[in-house]
């Protein structure tokens, strides 16, 4: 089939519709055309349950055969397909980077009549871009029947995106033959590309072309120049540029900023960054870490000071406050959380968390009930998760059920606070209601995830779950595990089977609490590495009291340092102690 190249006209009328598909509707609400009629199955009660409205969130929903849910509807002839419903679901699927949707949605598209409207396709290259296959993303542009300079558009930003520059200057430079006149996003992504290549060359005549475009004066094209003139390593026109510029932003004043420090001009770029600062700008991360790195790189250690003093934002305060908690440091992290008022920044519920988990380590339940009585916002389930997770550790059943009942019912499909209270009962003794506990789980439908641990030997990854009989090495396995339980029985080790929760005798408590997959592991790694290298095991769950102590007392007898990363920190063992001081 001949190819067609869109005019420069029909161009911006595409474009225009396009937009205007785009913006009809905020959130979607598509009609059918009526019921299915279909034999009385399951899969036709699933489908019946939408002859009435989908709504924007259910638009890549699963239907029970795996396809998506509104492509069926429209095969079953319930639902009618249109331009904009397409362009809908390429735009959810670019948002949320599920590639594998997008493709189901693709091949959908293209048995429609709809196939070759120049708009919608421009949108599938933008998600294939966006979701990182530039192999697709090529393959649609190279089929069209007709481009734009959007289709141009997209495909360069993609290149240049992900670092194809070389990609994106050859089609940049198709595009400007074929008559096309870019855009600030095309002019932007092509400055970046000839950065990128630190072609001098061709970033001048981009530069050229940006000027007859009238272009230049954009903050967007403006930005990108300094950056792409700052990356060929022509400071000078680069700040030639930056001040020229007539509007300036946060990028803007970045990309120089980042330029001195990368040519290790870090006075000039500390000065920049205080006249960043008088303009009324915002530093952003990246501005931070430009300034960081530059003053690394000369010494310059007080203007650092001065620099990391600017930066005290909610983030900072997290980090300082989760630092007080794993330390203990009560008094400190109370502080902390004070002097957020001083600098007039707001605590969200982590900050709150966080307080709450730093009362529980200091073992000052009451304390932490009241400041979660006087949160000036709502308790969440992790606040009270938080307050669990001490009772837990301090063995407080009293609240440690209040919290699980709040836990309960902010979050009920929630597996670990039921798990926290029945180990509470457990550790109490009263092994009825911890079964209880475990009754009501299964009555609730809530599941318990089964816990795994693996680790990487020679860059294979060997997993790991209780018990478990599969491994090659299954026998050698068992062997190491036993012969480490004995040897730390020795020194101190002593099993707390009230982490078993079978009613059995002591012994088969025992037998059944030493074969946790983390223990596995760790004969595992043991076997298989030299004497003296770290090692590094990661679990799906929390780590459970006995494994804890029992890594404890392997690395004292080990000589070894063995990192243990649960879904709620690090743990660092090292000499016979761990790094979160037994509480977790």
């Not at 489908?47 to 095969?75: C, E, H, M, T, Y």
Request: hydrophobic share 40%.
């Amino acid at each position: 089939m001949k190819r067609r190249i869109c005019s420069p006209i029909s161009t911006v009328s595409i474009f225009r519709n396009l937009k205007s598909l785009i913006l009809l509707s905020p959130r979607i609400f598509l009609s059918t055309l009526g019921p299915v009629q279909c034999s009385d199955s399951e899969e036709t009660k699933f489908f019946d349950q939408f002859s009435g409205v989908i709504q924007d969130k259910n638009l890549l929903r699963k239907a029970p055969n795996g396809n998506l849910l509104v492509l069926d509807l429209i095969d079953r002839g319930a639902m009618e397909a249109d331009a904009r419903l397409y362009v809908e679901l390429f735009k959810k699927c670019t948002d949320q980077g599920k590639l594998k949707e997008g493709q189901m949605v693709h091949t959908h598209f293209l048995a429609s009549r709809f196939q070759n409207y120049v708009a919608v396709q421009n949108t599938v290259i933008n998600m294939y871009a966006k979701c990182g296959d530039m192999e697709l993303a090529r393959k649609v542009f190279d089929e069209m029947t007709e481009r734009d300079m959007v289709s141009y558009t997209m495909l360069v930003t993609g290149y240049s995106q992900c670092n194809e520059f070389k990609e994106a200057l050859v089609l940049y430079l198709d595009m400007m033959k074929m008559g096309f006149k870019p855009n600030e996003f095309t002019f932007g992504s092509a400055l970046k590309s000839a950065g990128g290549m630190q072609s001098d060359a061709m970033g001048r005549g981009i530069h050229g072309a940006c000027m007859k475009s009238g272009y230049e004066d954009n903050v967007y094209v403006g930005s990108a120049l300094v950056d792409m003139y700052a990356r060929c390593k022509r400071m000078e026109e680069a700040k030639v540029i930056f001040d020229g510029l007539k509007s300036k932003n946060e990028v803007s004043w970045n990309a120089l900023i980042a330029a001195y420090a990368r040519e290790g001009e870090g006075h000039n770029a500390v000065k920049l960054f205080s006249e960043m600062k008088r303009g009324g700008f915002e530093p952003t991360h990246f501005t931070y870490s430009s300034i960081f790195a530059a003053c690394a790189s000369n010494g310059a250690l007080e203007q650092g000071k001065w620099v990391h003093a600017d930066m005290p934002n909610e983030i900072s305060f997290l980090c300082v406050l989760n630092a007080c908690s794993h330390a203990g440091l009560l008094d400190k992290g109370l502080y902390y959380f004070e002097l957020m008022r001083k600098y007039k920044l707001d605590p969200d519920i982590t900050h709150y968390v966080t307080i709450v988990d730093l009362f529980g380590r200091a073992g000052q339940l009451d304390r932490a009930l009241t400041f979660i009585r006087e949160m000036t916002t709502q308790p969440t389930a992790a606040v009270w998760k938080a307050l669990l997770g001490a009772c837990r550790m301090h063995k407080n059943m009293e609240l440690g059920v209040y919290a699980a009942e709040r836990v309960f019912e902010l979050d009920p499909h929630d597996s670990g606070p039921h798990m926290l209270l029945s180990n509470i009962y457990a550790s109490a003794g009263r092994l009825n209601d911890a079964a209880r506990v475990r009754r009501m789980m299964n009555e609730s439908g809530v599941k318990k995830e089964p816990a795994c641990s693996w680790v990487e030997i020679g860059n294979v990854v060997h997993v790991f779950v209780a018990n478990d009989d599969t491994h090659p090495q299954r026998e050698e396995i068992r062997k190491m595990w036993e012969k480490l339980r004995d040897e730390i029985k020795k020194i101190g080790y002593v099993p707390d089977t009230s982490h078993v929760l079978w009613f059995v005798d002591q012994q088969e408590r025992e037998e059944r609490l030493q074969y946790h997959s983390e223990k596995l592991a760790l004969a595992f790694a043991l076997l298989n590495t030299s004497p003296g290298t770290p090692i590094s095991i990661k679990k799906n769950i929390r780590v459970c009291g006995d494994c804890h102590t029992a890594f404890r007392f392997v690395s004292k007898l080990v000589d070894r340092e063995i990192v243990l990363r649960d879904t709620n920190r690090f743990h660092h063992f090292r000499h016979g102690s761990c790094s979160c001081r037994n509480y977790w």
